[in-house]
């Protein structure tokens, strides 16, 4: 059964910084990781969309990575922003559904 | 654009009341999938639909049941609601399987006193 882990659960960095978040899953055999940004007591906002056959993604400052032989995934974030604050989550596609990781909860303090 | 839309943002609903949670989406997508997402949890899958008339039960089913009459509209149905079906539910689509981009809804969120 797939399993989607996040770490670390929160983190709290100053503005300005670069910083990374984890993603794992347990079964390679996906069809796709998508990230997702949350901002409290709101829907889901997608942000990048990894195939599998696909290394990374990139959009504006944000770039994410896929590695699905050791069934990880990356979210790096270039010059973090007060308006970065959120939780992001990432989600893994199998043929019909998306398994989802319980995100990390990102504040950039200004 | 992709646009989901759900009925309330926030419901107040007493034990034992039946509860209709609806959500459209406006792109013509063949898939459509409701969530409840509650804290330490992460999202949990209830059912999803791949064309009209079709459901398929995701993770948690228990206590709930669905309905699609119509591509554009899921609907999630609470047959009597209980306190621990308090939560945030989001309903997503996405254009077909293996994997798609999912859209979200903004999410309802629904208290059972």
């Known amino acids: 059964k797939q399993e989607v882990t996040q770490i670390p659960a929160a983190l709290s960095v100053p503005e300005g910084e670069n910083l990374v978040l984890n993603c794992s899953f347990t079964?390679?055999?996906?069809?796709?990781l998508q990230w997702f940004r949350q901002d409290p007591g709101k829907g889901l906002t997608s942000l990048l969309l990894i195939q599998s056959s696909q290394r990374e993604q990139t959009s504006g400052r944000l770039n994410a990575s896929l590695d699905k032989s050791s069934g990880r995934s990356t979210l790096y974030i270039a010059a973090s922003q007060p308006g970065d604050s959120a939780t992001y989550l990432c989600?893994?596609?199998?043929?019909?559904?998306?398994?989802f990781g319980t995100g990390t909860r990102l504040k950039v303090l200004a | 654009d992709v646009k989901v839309t759900q009925s309330s943002r926030y419901l107040v609903k007493r034990t034992g009341e039946k509860v209709f949670l609806e959500c459209v989406q406006d792109?013509?997508?063949?898939?459509m999938f409701w969530y409840r997402q509650d804290p330490g949890l992460g999202l949990r899958l209830i059912y999803f639909s791949y064309d009209v008339k079709m459901k398929e039960k995701g993770d948690i089913p228990e206590g709930y049941s669905v309905s699609r009459e119509k591509k554009e509209r899921f609907s999630l149905i609470l047959e009597s609601a209980s306190t621990n079906q308090t939560s945030m539910y989001l309903c997503?689509?996405?254009?077909?399987?293996?994997?798609?981009?999912?859209?979200f809804g903004p999410g309802t969120r629904l208290l059972v006193l």
């Open positions: 997503a689509s996405s254009l077909r399987t293996g994997g798609a981009t999912q859209y």
């Open positions: 792109m013509d997508h063949e898939n």
């Open positions: 989600a893994v596609a199998g043929t019909y559904k998306y398994i």
């Open positions: 079964d390679s055999a996906i069809y796709n």
